[in-house]
């Protein structure tokens, strides 16, 4: 069964480090992975999505990467702002084409 | 102006009601989903649809009811069936079911007094 994990499940760094968040899956058989943005109390933002046959996804500040045989997923944020603060998750799309979340990292950007 | 909208955004029940939560969109999209999201925990799904008149269990969905009689509508009725409903629940939709991209609403948050 896949299950998907997010580690730490809280970050806090000070404006303008690069940072990088985490997701590991279980079964490398996926479609894709996605990362989303949450604001509190608020609705899923779609950030990157990376077909299992590519890499890497690049949008701005954020590049997501992919890496199927390790089960590994990173988030890459450069010079990060307060704006950014939010959770992030990810999601991979298995085999039944449904999509396992992990539960999130909490990030918190201190001016 | 395309989107999925959720409404209410909170909602209270007393023990015992059934409840609808609505979820619509206008984005010409085929499937649509429910997920409920819990603290510390991921997303899990309670039911989704790939098309009209047609829709499908989800890993959690004893205690929930939908229907989709409309390609935009997609509401989910939590009845009193269901042991622990105080959570925040999700809509999505997507081009067709698959391995798609999927927007989200902004969620209902629901309490039960």
């Known amino acids: 069964k896949q299950e998907v994990t997010q580690i730490p499940a809280a970050l806090s760094v000070p404006e303008g480090e690069n940072l990088v968040l985490n997701c590991s899956f279980t079964?490398?058989?996926?479609?894709?992975l996605q990362w989303f943005r949450q604001d509190p109390g608020k609705g899923l933002t779609s950030l990157l999505l990376?077909?299992?046959s590519q890499r890497e996804q690049t949008s701005g500040r954020l590049n997501a990467s992919l890496d199927k045989s390790s089960g590994r997923s990173t988030l890459y944020i450069a010079a990060s702002q307060p704006g950014d603060s939010a959770t992030y998750l990810c999601?991979?799309?298995?085999?039944?084409?449904?999509?396992?979340w992990g539960a999130g990292t909490k990030l918190i950007i201190k001016p | 102006d395309g989107g999925i909208t959720q409404s209410p955004k909170y909602l209270f029940r007393k023990e015992g009601q059934n409840v609808t939560l609505s979820c619509e969109q206008n984005?010409?999209?085929?499937?649509m989903y429910w997920y409920r999201q819990d603290p510390g925990q991921g997303l899990r799904l309670i039911y989704y649809?790939?098309?009209?008149?047609?829709?499908q269990k989800g890993d959690i969905a004893e205690g929930y009811s939908v229907s989709r009689e409309k390609k935009e509508s997609f509401p989910l009725t939590v009845t009193s069936a269901q042991k622990n409903p105080t959570a925040f629940y999700l809509c999505?939709?997507?081009?067709?079911?698959?391995?798609?991209?999927?927007?989200f609403g902004p969620g209902t948050r629901l309490t039960v007094l």
């Open positions: 649809s790939q098309i009209v008149n047609d829709f």
């Open positions: 079964d490398s058989a996926i479609y894709n």
């Open positions: 984005l010409n999209h085929d499937a």
């Open positions: 999601a991979v799309t298995g085999s039944n084409y449904q999509l396992i």
């Open positions: 990376i077909q299992s």
């Open positions: 999505a939709s997507s081009i067709r079911d698959g391995d798609h991209e999927q927007f």
